[in-house]
């Protein structure tokens, strides 16, 4: 395919689409992957939710099915201190559930953790020279950001505002994400954590792209060639797309997960901070409504979710994440290849 009207970002990182499979943990395996590259995309496996073991073996067999180029994604956040207070707060705002459930409320809370990229995760990095590395929530210290640039990585990272935007250009980045306030899973904010100033896709692209002189990306309800094309009309030189491949076979979303995709109202999306500890965009489901989908009460990241597990183990769809962004209606089921070339199709045809 050729005639897109901006080629920075595929010159930039060797593709032959300007569409990225978005880095979604625990939902993106490496057949999505797989899937996605072959089919001209850029195609990203994250890695916050994974060992270091399962890390390399998911690379390897990314690696063994082709040159492609491909994304690893990484979380930046810093480890949060102890709080034995806020932890035990928390838990006791959730005993009702644990009573009705009949979970076992003086058992050990279980560990919910995410891994922030640190040594070990960089000599992965070194090991396998992915063509491009991104991250969630800025940047990781400077010495590791070298060697990441040194393996020949493209470095990417996501922006929820434009003064996060520049911050980004201003560290190294070659190229910055975007990300719309309609845009499911974490939010990448990093320079605050004031939900209440966050931006729109439409509204946050054009100013980024005026802000800085890298390739933008746009990520955030987009689910269709028309907003591909809007995508380019507002300045972005490719898309990031996440929550339509949750509807492909390769991801590995729970049977909830994917009742709750197929059936959730367009309108049936929250931000909130109940699952990790840091805003998440999901669809609503009983413990967001009845505690509220941001509860002052919850653990820092990533400790909420401890804490949930055994609820979501009596009652999944009522207490788990159902990571989604505001353009499910969009979704449709196909393979993750065919979704790829469809939506370039369609949005090169729209493009005349």
């Known amino acids: 395919m050729s005639s897109w009207p901006d080629t920075r970002i595929l010159d930039l990182l060797g593709i032959e689409l300007p569409i990225i499979q ?13 899937a996605a590259n072959q089919a001209g995309a ?14 390399r073996e998911a690379l390897t067999s990314i690696r063994q099915a082709g040159s492609q180029p491909l994304n690893v994604n990484f979380f930046c956040h810093q480890p949060p201190e102890a ?7 928390w838990k006791e705002l959730l005993e009702p559930y644990y009573r009705e459930l009949g979970a076992d409320f003086d058992a050990p809370t279980p560990v919910s953790n995410r891994a922030p990229f640190n040594e070990a995760a960089c000599q992965v990095v070194e090991a396998f020279r992915p063509e491009v590395v991104s991250f969630h929530f800025g940047l990781p210290e400077k010495s590791l ?45 990093f320079l605050s954590d004031d939900l209440n100033t966050q931006i729109g ?10 802000a800085v002189s890298v390739p933008v990306i746009a990520a955030g309800g987009i689910g269709d060639a028309r907003g591909i094309v ?15 491949y949750l509807f492909t076979p390769e991801a590995t979303v729970s049977a909830s997960h994917r009742h709750a995709l197929r059936h959730a109202q367009a309108s ?19 413990v967001m409504r009845e505690l509220g989908p941001i509860n002052p009460k919850a653990p820092a990241f990533p400790l909420a979710g401890g804490a949930l597990m055994p609820l ?31 939506l370039a199709e369609q949005a090169l045809a729209k493009l005349g």
């Open 268 to 286: 049936e999306t929250a931000l909130t901070n109940l699952f990790t500890g840091r805003p998440a965009r999901g669809i609503v489901n009983r």
């Open 145 to 189: 950001l070298d060697r990441v640039k040194a393996s020949g990585a493209k470095v990417l990272s996501s922006a929820t505002t434009v003064e996060e935007a520049i911050w980004l250009e201003q560290h190294g980045c070659d190229a910055i994400i975007a990300m719309g306030l309609e845009a499911g899973g974490h939010r990448g904010m």
């Open 42 to 55: 850029l195609g990203s496996m994250p890695a916050a939710a994974l060992s270091v073991e399962q890390l």
């Open 312 to 342: 979501k183990a009596k009652d999944e769809s009522g207490f788990s994440n159902l990571w989604s962004g505001q353009a499910l209606r969009l979704g449709r089921e196909t393979s993750a290849y065919e979704l790829t070339r469809s």
């Open 230 to 244: 809007a995508a380019f009309a507002l300045g972005a030189s490719a898309v990031q797309i996440g929550t339509a």
């Open 201 to 210: 896709l439409f509204a946050l692209v054009p100013q980024i792209v005026d």
């Open 22 to 34: 978005a880095p979604m943990a625990g939902a993106t395996t490496a057949a999505m992957v797989i």
């Open 83 to 89: 709080d034995a207070a806020r932890d035990r707060r």
